[in-house]
Every structure is written in C-alpha cells, then in structure tokens.
C-alpha cells in the first residue's frame, strides 16, 4: 500500500471515528434530557402529593372551611377569570363536604358581559341548588362592570372602604383614521358583501345609521346589566339614577348607596360572617404551558384574521 492510500484509509478512520463519537455524544445527550424531564416529573408529582398532602392533613381536624374563589383580571374568553376557568373551581367550592361558605373574592375591572352574565348564572345556580351554603362577594381593589355583574349574585357583598365599586355602564371602543388618510393621500380598498359588513371600519367615515344601530346594542345590553343588578341587590340599592351612570365610587359611599352590604377582607367574613375561618382557595389556574399557548393563538389570530373590530364590554 502506497503512501496515498495510508493517507485515505487514515481520513476515513478518522471519518469513522469521528461519526461515531458524535453519535455516542448524541446518545449520552438524549439520555440525560430524558433523565432530566424523568426528574422533574417526579419532582413535580412529589411536589403536588406533599401539597394535597398538607392540605389533607390540615383539614383533618377542621370541621367546617370557608371555601374561596379568586375573579383577576380581565373578564374575557380564554382568560384566568373566564366562565371555563371560574366554574369549576365554583362547582367544587360548593361540592366540597365540609363548605360552610363560599366567598367570591374579586379584582376586576370588568370586561365581557357574555362571560360575566355565565359565570353570574352559575352562581346564582349553585346557590338554589345549594340553599344551606351562603355565598359573599368580597372585593379587593376594583369591582367594577362586569366584576360588578358577577358580585350581584352573592347573597352579600363586601369591600374595602377605599375599593372602586361600580361602573354598571356598556362601552364599545373604536377609532378613527380618515382625517389623517386625506393628510396622507392614503385610499383605503374595502370590497364587502352585505351593505353593513363593513360598519365601524376605523378607515371609513362614520354612517350615521350604523352609529344608531351600535348605540341600540349598548342599550339594549345596559338594560340587561341594569335589570340583574336589581335582582340581585333588590331594596337595598338606594333609589340613586346616578347608580346606573357608570359612575364608580369608594367602598365607603358604596355602602351609602346600597352597592354593599358591608366593608370587611375575606378573612374578616370568613371568620366574622361565615364563622369557618378555615379558608381553602378553590381557584383554578392555568399552568405555564397552557398560559404560553394562549398567548400564542391569540397573537397568531390577531395577526392572520386582523382582529381590529370594535367589541362590547364591561369596563
């Protein structure tokens, strides 16, 4: 064998050598990723039994718990404080066997009144079912709107002398480029089927017919929000039209106005009112994968369908 040829056979044992150790780093690269998502599930479920664990043993002495709900945020599909996410935990709130009481602790600003008036009709569902099991609405910084609707179907509420109770209004929000299209000598290319479809396009002057038409559906819908705020509040809202505004006030003036039925934290009604001081939070939460995905598809819808369209809320 020539020099030549030791020279080749020389690369291709180097070659050889070469695949071979990146195929054992390779190997050695899965396994430990695959040690090491074996680890943290175990650890997690490690995590969770010692959890259910301590609240198990922590309820082994008590006979009764104030059974707790948490409404954040926004009110909104796909959201923390959505019907999906706050019926169940409501759901086992009330089924629990030892809930002597059931508070709805909220901060929202509101938001829609379609997820507003479920997760209202479920509360006031589970109270019939459930007539021995009282339910407070305790709020914390802001119930306004939609938070609001939702706080009427406790059979009390109850707030913070400074918190912002109110807002029993509708808006739909919206804006306008035309003026700075003629500025720019931009032309705007709507093509539509149906007269209609393209109403409160923000690129497009305002019809006066379709403003009418939008105005009734506020209405229509603040109507709605006026009349489950008087069923649930009954006598004890002061005979005030300001109450219907929009307006929004303090806890204390709240009070006045028969918003509320008392000032107090969830402790204070749990140990005070309710008489378990126990507390159990029964929230359901989304986990980091399911909070990343839905930020995603809400990023990809607003991104490929151009989700500009004005929306009815409760703020």
Known sequence: MNEGQQAVEALKTIALETVQEQRRARRWGIFFKLFFVAYLLVTLIMVFG???GTTED??????????????????MAGAEASADMLVPGLRKA???????????RINSPG??????????D???????????????????????????????????????????VGSIGVRMDSFGFTEAMKKYGVERRLYTAGSNKGMLDPFLP???????????MLDVTHRQFIKVVKEGRGERLKDEPEIFSGLFWTGETALEL????????????????????????FTVKKDLIQRIADR????????????????????
């Open 94 to 104: 009330f089924e629990h066997e030892k809930t002597k009481g059931v508070i709805i």
């Open 258 to 281: 028969g918003l509320v039925d008392g000032l107090g934290s969830a402790g204070y009604v749990a140990r005070e009112v309710i008489g378990a001081e126990q507390v159990v939070n």
């Open 58 to 75: 922590r309820l082994a002495g008590v006979d009764e718990i104030t059974a707790l709900v948490d409404v954040n945020g926004v009110i």
């Open 122 to 164: 479920e509360i006031r569902r589970l109270r019939a079912k459930y007539d021995d099991i009282p339910v407070y609405a305790v709020v914390t910084d802001v119930c306004a709107s939609g938070g609001y609707y939702i706080a009427v179907a406790a059979d009390e509420i109850y707030a913070d002398k400074a918190s912002l």
């Open 50 to 52: 010692a959890l259910r």
């Open 296 to 315: 995603m598809n809400a990023s990809l819808k607003a991104l490929v369908l151009g989700e500009s369209a004005p929306r009815m809320v409760l703020y």
């Open 206 to 216: 305002e019809d006066n017919a379709q403003v009418a038409h939008v105005e009734d």
């Open 111 to 120: 938001g829609s009144p379609v997820q507003s008036g479920y997760i209202n």
